[in-house]
């Protein structure tokens, strides 16, 4: 049976966390406000626009809407210098062999991220050819909790939200994909990823043969 497997990016595929944070640190400097590593968290699975109003509550600060906008275009310029030399080696281990695996199955790949970079992201890394379906920032009004971004993915693969599964780390995706009444799949810590209906600390995790059964 052919279903539906649909990535995040950001945390499950790549850790661009982590460059998110050192972008934002930047904005968050000329602020003055004081942005942690625990602070990004919040930040996980957000947009971009999302993102740095949270920021800015952080040091309760407030800017206009041109302030704000130039803001945004600086940050996203920040992030995309440390994607310049990305590689397959940023590819997080354990994911290009699920891919292969569905592949072979002949399964629906695609992504559901909400980053308006992943096209290049998959390119840089070598995996873009592995998606018959990207949807991203780009593509959707509604962030994560919404189920948009994962009912998108699965409707242009021509498959039903109940044979589809979804690969995420953040709480809001996992809660988009259980709206959405897919199979829901959790990469991370099993404190913050409860409401998934799998949990696995990272694709290495994963063994064919839960695949297999998830095929059916
Ligand atoms: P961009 P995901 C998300 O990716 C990131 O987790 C989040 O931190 C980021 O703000 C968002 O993409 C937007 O990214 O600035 O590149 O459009 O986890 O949904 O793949
Ligand atoms: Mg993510």
Not at 56 to 67: H, I, P, R, T, Y
Not at 188 to 216: N, R
């Amino acid at each position: 049976m052919k279903k539906a497997f649909i990535f995040d990016l950001d945390g499950v595929i790549v850790d661009t966390a982590k460059y998110h944070f050192l972008a934002w640190q930047k904005i968050a400097q000329e602020l003055n406000i004081n942005f942690t590593h625990e602070d990004n968290e919040l930040l996980k699975g957000v947009s971009r626009v999302r993102s740095l109003d949270i920021i800015l509550g952080l040091g309760n600060v407030q800017v206009s809407q041109a302030d704000k906008d130039r803001m945004l275009i600086e940050k996203n310029e920040e992030y995309l210098s440390y994607l310049v030399d990305m590689d397959e080696s940023e590819i997080l281990p354990g994911v290009l062999k699920i891919l292969k695996l569905l592949k072979e199955k002949n399964q629906g790949i695609a992504l559901g991220s909400a980053s308006k970079n992943a096209r290049p992201i998959l390119e840089k890394t070598g995996i873009l050819s592995y998606f018959d379906v990207i949807v991203d920032g780009n593509d959707v009004t509604n962030a994560k909790p919404d189920p948009e971004v994962f009912l998108k993915a699965a409707q242009l693969l021509n498959i039903d939200p109940k044979n589809s599964i979804v690969f995420e780390d953040s709480v809001a995706g996992i809660q988009a994909a259980n709206i959405a009444e897919m199979v829901s799949v959790g990469i991370g810590e099993e404190t913050i990823l409860h409401e998934a209906d799998h949990i696995f600390k990272d694709f290495t995790q994963i063994e064919t043969s839960f695949i297999e059964e998830l095929i059916g």
